[in-house]
């Protein structure tokens, strides 16, 4: 078993309430941390190499110490729970099932930065998860490791949760505090970052649910013990949301030490490919992330293991690697249609796109068209190479990344199923009775017993 | 006319309370959801309207909110709204054919509300439950691990609510 760090007690039965929560050992990191300079908490978080959950990998200690601290201005901590990544849903586990964890790590986080006043800004599909947060808000609250003077030492912090009304680019950092001051989700223009400028003006730290989580076995193991768990720069654990055609779809805390293949197919985790079918492909980040055929997947171009690590995952680059992401874990059989999936994708980000910029708000329209119309089995040769050039016009071209994360995921389909598209434009009549693609793809590969 | 009552302006006035001093404008997406909620399911221009007032802004900044954000209904709908994920992961796992199964039951297409104002048909984009599709968003809550029989029993729900 794989130590787990964040969700070993997430079955122990009322977690959800402070008081078992507490007896079981929550909060002793609010009585660490409040005990020792809101500077030094910053350091210990360096020193866990903590990198940010969200997707972009970012070191959080590296993020903390760009908050800008001008005298008799306020500073704001935002916790992004906008989990909108289709293929993730940590967070909302995490949330769901021991909320005070969250909550615990949103406290230290907001001692360590000086915000008074903290936010969890949440997709507003969560709706019910509202109530569990403030729930265990008042319940902290009424225990005194929130409001007014926490544990006696004078610092003062509320929690609000704010609910958002569906939108993905909320995700996005600032497009959220935009979305948090009661506008358009628009993403800004960077610089000047949220760290300088951000909610109200203010400095302003954006984490993820998971990041915020990880906070608290940091203070309690301290920095460099944390550090020791994982391998290289990804350390201590990571929760990865599974799903797809799988035996056991669900959200795992894994050490990032175990290798992709023993992800898949330990009943520990995915436990195989459902239906007793073959592995084809797999998105292993999210769906911003490049697909892998199984090949590419399980081993890296030069053929060595690959492993569920920041690292390994995008050994190769975007030519033969992808991005460990926001570790939603998308897994395909060797039934699935990689045009078809691709498409679905394409249709989200189209619908996603806040339409700021002209080559995500077209571009993103343009790629569904095509793909739905390869997928529907009106696809000519050149649309292949169209759709090929319309996701590198994007790319690179928008303010915020949601131009990247839809270019990306056609751009890897493209890369490593040209065949497939190809087959829908040369089968047109075949394609329209089948929904499924070549099965071809799915490399006979070694299943460990 | 539309107006919320005693109990609720108080919700109001602690949503307002979350922010600092003057921003109240913060408070929009909160109150509109409270409002769709409150008036009928959706927001009309009148509602719209009443919300601004509420929050010292100028309508046109409600108008330009509303029509973001997906959630916000801008024309009625029907009393039990089922929200069809279709997104790649619900998609691996048949949620074109429970979207389908339900056109098939309740006779309407994407879109569209039933004759007897009962229920809407929306398709959605990814609701973060992909590890347990098909799924549909009926209200506040989610309905997971769609089946055709579990479509039947939540048509069946719905109708004995009556």
């Known amino acids: 078993m794989a130590k787990k760090l964040l969700l070993e007690k997430a079955h122990v039965e009322g977690i959800r309430y402070f ?37 972009a990998g970012f070191a959080t200690g590296l993020k903390w110490s760009f908050l800008a601290k001008p005298e008799g201005v306020p500073r704001y901590l935002v916790c992004n729970a906008d989990e909108s990544e289709p293929g993730t849903f940590k967070d909302r586990y995490l949330m769901e099932f ?69 939108a993905y680019i909320c995700g996005e950092e600032t497009a959220l505090i935009e979305s948090l001051e009661g506008k358009r989700g628009n993403p800004r223009i960077k610089p000047p970052f949220p760290a300088i400028k951000g909610l109200w003006g203010c400095p302003t730290v954006v984490n993820n649910v998971e990041t915020l989580a990880a906070v608290v076995p940091i203070m309690n193991l301290g920095g460099e013990e944390y550090a020791k768990i994982g391998v290289g720069r990804s350390t201590g654990t990571k ?20 290798s992709v293949e023993e992800f898949i197919y330990s009943d520990e985790y995915c436990g195989g490919i459902a239906n007793g079918k073959r592995l084809k492909a797999c998105i292993p980040g999210g769906s911003s992330v490049p697909i892998l055929p199984a090949n ?39 039934d699935q249609c990689v045009v078809r999936h691709t498409l679905t994708l394409a249709r989200f980000y189209r619908h996603e796109s806040c339409g700021q910029c002209s080559p995500c708000r077209e571009g993103t329209g343009w790629m569904e068209k095509i793909l739905q119309k390869i997928e529907n089995g009106d696809g000519v040769k050149t649309d292949i190479d169209l759709l090929w050039d319309i996701q590198r016009k994007i790319e690179g071209n928008t303010i915020c990344p949601l131009g990247d994360a ?10 490593h199923f040209r065949d497939e598209f190809e087959w829908h434009v040369n089968n047109r009549e075949l394609c329209r009775k089948q929904n499924y693609g070549l099965a071809h793809y799915a490399d006979e590969i070694h299943v460990p017993a | 006319m539309v107006k919320f009552t005693e109990d609720k302006m108080k919700e109001v006035q602690s949503m307002i309370d979350r922010y600092p001093e003057g921003k ?35 309508p046109i900044e409600v108008y330009e909110v509303a029509t973001f954000y997906s959630m916000f209904n801008l ?18 796992n048949g949620s074109d054919q429970i979207i389908d199964y339900i056109k098939q039951r309740l006779n309407i297409g994407v879109g569209e509300t039933t004759a007897d104002g009962m229920f809407t048909l929306k398709t959605v984009e990814c609701l973060g439950a992909c590890g347990y599709a098909p799924m549909m968003q009926l209200g506040m809550h989610y309905r997971e691990h769609l089946t055709k029989t579990k479509v039947d029993e939540i048509i069946e729900e719905c109708r004995n609510k009556q």
Not at chain 1, 27 to 35: D, G, P, T, W
Not at chain 1, 241 to 256: H, L, Q, R, T, W
Not at chain 1, 303 to 311: K, L, P
């Open chain 1, 19 to 55: 008081d078992v929560y507490r007896r079981e050992g929550g909060y002793q990191a609010v009585e660490k941390a409040l005990k020792m300079a809101p500077n030094d908490v910053v350091e210990e978080v360096k020193k866990s190499g903590l990198r940010g959950r969200g997707g």
């Open chain 1, 98 to 166: 021991i909320p005070h964890l969250l909550i615990e790590g949103l406290v230290v986080a907001s001692y360590a930065l000086g915000s008074n006043r903290t936010y969890i800004y949440i997709r507003g599909e969560y709706a019910w998860i509202v109530a569990i947060l403030e729930q265990a808000i008042a319940e902290a609250k009424q225990n005194g490791f929130l409001g007014k003077n926490i544990l006696g030492t004078g610092f003062d912090c509320e929690i609000y949760v704010q609910r958002g009304a569906g």
């Open chain 1, 239 to 258: 929760l990865i949301s599974a799903c797809g055609n799988i035996n056991k779809p669900g959200v795992y805390e894994i050490d990032m030490t175990i």
């Open chain 1, 296 to 334: 590419l997947l399980l081993k890296t171009a030069k053929g060595e293991t690959r492993y569920m690590n920041y690292e390994s995952l995008s050994d190769g680059g975007f030519a033969t690697g992808s991005m460990m992401g926001s570790g939603g874990f998308i897994v395909l059989d060797e």
């Open chain 1, 406 to 415: 839809a270019a990306w995921p056609v751009a890897a389909a493209i890369r």
């Open chain 2, 24 to 58: 109240q404008k913060s408070a929009l997406i909160p109150l509109l959801h409270l409002a769709q909620q409150e008036f009928g399911g959706w927001l009309s221009a009148e509602t719209m309207d009443y919300v601004a007032s509420l929050l010292s802004i100028e």
């Open chain 2, 75 to 92: 024309q009625p709908v029907g009393k039990h709204v089922f929200e069809v994920c279709q997104t790649g992961p619900c998609m691996l």
